[in-house]
């Protein structure tokens, strides 16, 4: 069976760093585009970051130039570094995986795989 699995949410001060991971199995890694959402309390699942199978990136306005995913597909895990961190950011962070095809993103109606979060929360 599809599973993802995220790690390593923090609580941390604002200006500092944490590196999510998201671990999965049950599919071939490298096959699929693969993407980082986030859920702030009281409001909706939000698209951070995607990165497809030849590794090109795209990013939500907000994070450009603050956050980096990646993949290392020999370890079938992917990555979203955030640096310079603020309270903005706080929210349960998700790995997710489309279904069928595709890539997840902002307008992507596509039913996806997720998985159950990583909570990251930002203090001033």
């Known amino acids: 069976q599809v599973q993802l699995a995220e790690s390593g949410g923090d609580s941390v001060q604002a200006g500092q760093s944490l590196n999510l991971a998201c671990t999965v199995s049950?599919?071939?890694?490298?096959?699929?585009?693969l993407a980082w959402f986030r859920q702030a309390p009281g409001k909706g699942r939000d698209w951070v970051a995607t990165i497809n199978t030849e590794g090109r990136t795209s990013y939500v306005d907000s994070v450009k130039g603050r956050f980096t995913i990646y993949r290392d597909n020999a370890k079938s895990t992917l990555y979203l570094q955030m640096n310079s961190l603020n309270s903005e950011d706080t929210a349960m962070y998700y790995c997710?995986?489309?279904?069928?095809?595709?890539?997840?993103?902002?307008?992507?109606?596509?039913?996806?795989?997720w998985g159950r979060g990583t909570q990251v929360t930002v203090s001033s």
């Open positions: 997710a995986r489309n279904l069928i095809s595709g890539c997840p993103g902002p307008y992507n109606t596509q039913d996806k795989y």
């Open positions: 049950g599919f071939t890694f490298s096959a699929f585009c």
